[in-house]
């Protein structure tokens, strides 16, 4: 049911007759209770919102996390890949002849082209 503007301010008027008309110890505990009650949601909205950040900074650690855990991998490898240059040798010269396209003072290199 929808109530018209002037409908709402009979009912409003109506409701504060009724108040006026109680005890004034019913007064001052229906607006302690309405203070109380507004108190509330306001802090539970604020509850909700902190835990949303929360989520939100857990998520991202989470990310932070996965992706240190990759990149200290990558780390291990080259690593690895740099200790074996520097301890084997013939691993050394076939890495520089294959990607640097060295060759020895004798030998005859044929390039052909890419293929697409």
Known sequence: MILSIN?????????FDRLMKLNPNKIILFTL????????????????????????FLAKEHYYKNSLVTIQCAIGKKE???????EDSEFAERVVRQKL????PDEIVFRFPHES
């Not at 409908?7 to 109506?14: D, N």
């Open 80 to 86: 690895q890949y740099l200790q074996k240059m520097a």
């Open 101 to 104: 396209g060295y060759a020895e």
């Open 33 to 56: 209770i309405i203070i109380f009650v507004s108190i509330s949601s306001i802090f539970g909205a604020l509850l909700l919102r902190t835990n949303r950040v929360h989520d939100q």
């Open 7 to 15: 409908h709402f301010f009979v009912l409003l008027c109506s409701l």
